[in-house]
């Protein structure tokens, strides 16, 4: 403000100069009419000069005041884009947990089915899914001397748990299908019928291993079977 004053005072001036030296040049007389007017011609000059540079200033400090209100806009759009787009991701992951959530409480409820089939007195040291797949390895036509060698066998892959399943490789269930779509021959409730896999199960191990014990061996020799 100092400085834009400064030009205001220098107008100012120089029209009093002016006015002075007109005044002057009336009392002098006309022999020095030409030097008065050469004075008055410079003192004109002065004033626009200062004039000029008073608007040059104006528009200078105008245009650093406008560079600065979009240096700042542009500043208030990156951060306002930045917290959208967090938004935004943080909505996704939000979304992906919920879906998550609900597909495994989904599964959770499923309903498991009920055994119905005869339960052998020679089974009654089993419970739960091990009892199941005592009678079934009896119905099978397996000795119950192959039991011991099941049980070791499903509970290393599953714990007999017929909701297991392995992310990475995809298998599922108590023998752990792979894929556990493959235990569809059985039949179609092989999400949730702990007896349709064991039946599977007991299938696969009688076509590739003979035996319960056969499939064990080959299990503690190679982590798989």
């Known amino acids: 403000m100092s400085r834009l004053w400064s030009r205001y005072g220098v107008r100012t001036l120089a029209v009093a100069l002016l006015a002075v030296g007109v005044a002057g040049g009336y009392y002098l007389g006309e022999d020095r009419e030409t030097q008065q007017q050469g004075i008055e011609a410079q003192l004109a000059a002065n004033v626009d000069e200062a004039e000029l540079a008073f608007q040059r200033e104006r528009q ?4 650093s005041a406008t560079a600065r209100k979009r240096a ?5 759009g990156v951060k306002a884009a930045e917290e959208a787009k967090a938004a935004a991701e943080r909505a996704r992951k939000a979304q992906a947990a919920a879906a998550s959530r609900k597909k495994a409480r989904e599964e959770a409820e499923a309903a498991t089915k009920p055994f ?17 797949g005592c009678a079934l390895l009896l119905q099978s036509g397996f000795g119950l ?10 509970t290393k892959e599953s714990g007999w748990n ?28 092989w999400k949730t019928n702990p007896a349709t896999q064991i ?22 020799a190679n982590g798989s079977y």
């Open 145 to 154: 001397d192959q039991m011991p060698c099941l049980d070791k066998l499903w």
């Open 199 to 220: 039946k599977w199960g007991l299938g696969y191990i009688k076509g590739r291993y003979d035996t319960p014990c056969g499939a064990w061996s080959y299990f503690q």
């Open 162 to 189: 017929h909701k297991a399943s392995n992310p990475s490789s995809g298998a599922y269930g108590i023998p752990q299908a792979y894929p556990g779509s493959k235990m569809g021959s059985v039949a179609s409730d």
């Open 116 to 132: 119905t089939g005869p339960i052998p007195a020679s089974c009654n040291e089993y419970s739960g899914n091990r009892q199941i």
């Open 60 to 63: 200078a400090v105008h245009q």
């Open 72 to 76: 700042a806009e542009y500043q208030a």
